[in-house]
DNA sequence: CTGTTAACCTGAGTGC
DNA sequence: TGCACTCAGGTTAACA
């Protein structure tokens, strides 16, 4: 579920049912994700009040209210392949793999759900400063750092293919297998490019269109998840977008050639023979 | 260093 | 219905 859209859909569909709430219990019922909750989480976190929320890649945060009036102490979420969060009721019906309760002071709670457990769920304290989880990120695709010059510089002398290169969370971030397969469509590139032959002109453009891509999938999400409270975790919501993913076979819908599709670093890669070069 | 692969884990879907 | 098998939106550790 979680790409970078989906995850700042989901950020800012939380942020109105948690910011001003205090962190009454942490309520652990499965430690073992990604990394393990440490045990140290639940003191870390109760008594704590959200003052915001942001983030960084797909990595969610939590802000919370300082102690010392300055430190931003922050708790870390990561959705992984299958997460998801939902605020409810205090007394909503538990289900399988709803593996955290961050119990709020108003009657509800913020549940963490992951069947695979891929995801991760870590306290973040100020005094460590930047968590090394953040240390080899790229630049955010919003931001200025993020541009054409940034991705031919970044990537001359590679020979690896540039959508593994576009995915490479050390390059850029949130550009997961749906949005690089999207984007390198619609800037005509073929994903087997070795990344370092890739012009700065295809860069250029390349740039622009995981820009596009994504900020149109964060409008769409924000409709179709709009009672994210409710929290029955709609799906789908990029589906009727989309030119190649899950599209093999199918006619391109700019020139009508069926959709190749191959496997690069063991992810699908759908592209378009006749459009992308 | 770069590039590729396996691994983490469960559930859904497919084919026999 | 059951079983065996494949695949999945992410990321990192371990390799060559």
Redesign the pocket.
């Known amino acids: ?3 970078l859209p ?1 995850v700042e859909t989901i950020r800012r569909g939380m942020t109105p049912h948690v910011v001003g709430r205090t962190i009454a219990k942490v309520i652990v019922r499965d430690a ?1 994700l ?1 990394w393990p909750i440490p045990l140290h989480f639940a003191a870390f976190a109760e008594g704590r009040r959200v003052i915001s929320t942001s983030r960084r ?3 969610l945060l939590l802000h919370l209210e300082p102690l010392d009036g300055v430190s931003d102490d922050k708790i870390i979420i ?5 997460g998801r969060v939902f605020v409810l009721d205090a007394n909503h019906a538990l289900l ?2 709803d593996h955290l309760d961050l119990v709020l002071d108003d009657g509800r709670v913020l549940r963490y759900h992951d ?4 995801g991760a769920v870590l306290p973040w304290p100020a005094a460590e400063g930047e968590h090394a ?1 953040m240390q ?1 990120m790229g630049p955010e695709p919003f931001s200025d750092a993020f541009s054409g010059d940034y991705l031919f510089a970044k990537s001359r ?5 540039v959508k ?2 576009l ?1 490479d ?2 390059v850029v ?1 949130g550009a ?3 949005y690089a397969a999207e984007s390198l469509f619609r800037a005509g590139i073929r994903p087997t490019r ?3 032959k890739v012009t700065r002109a295809e860069f250029t453009l390349l740039a622009a269109k995981v820009r596009e891509v994504l900020l149109e999938a964060i409008t769409q999400g924000g409709t179709t998840l709009r009672d994210f409270a409710g929290a029955d975790g709609a ?4 589906q009727q977008d989309l030119y190649v993913y899950g599209r093999e076979g199918l006619p391109c819908r700019v020139c009508g050639t069926p959709i190749k599709l191959l496997r690069l ?4 890669s759908c592209y378009c023979p006749q459009c992308q070069h």
């Open positions: 579920m979680p790409e989906e073992r990604r890649g797909k990595y990561h959705l992984g392949m299958s399988k793999h069947p695979r457990r891929f989880l080899t002398g590679k020979t690896a293919a593994t290169f995915m969370g050390g971030v997961g297998n749906i070795p990344a370092g799906s789908g919501y990029f670093g063991n992810r699908q």
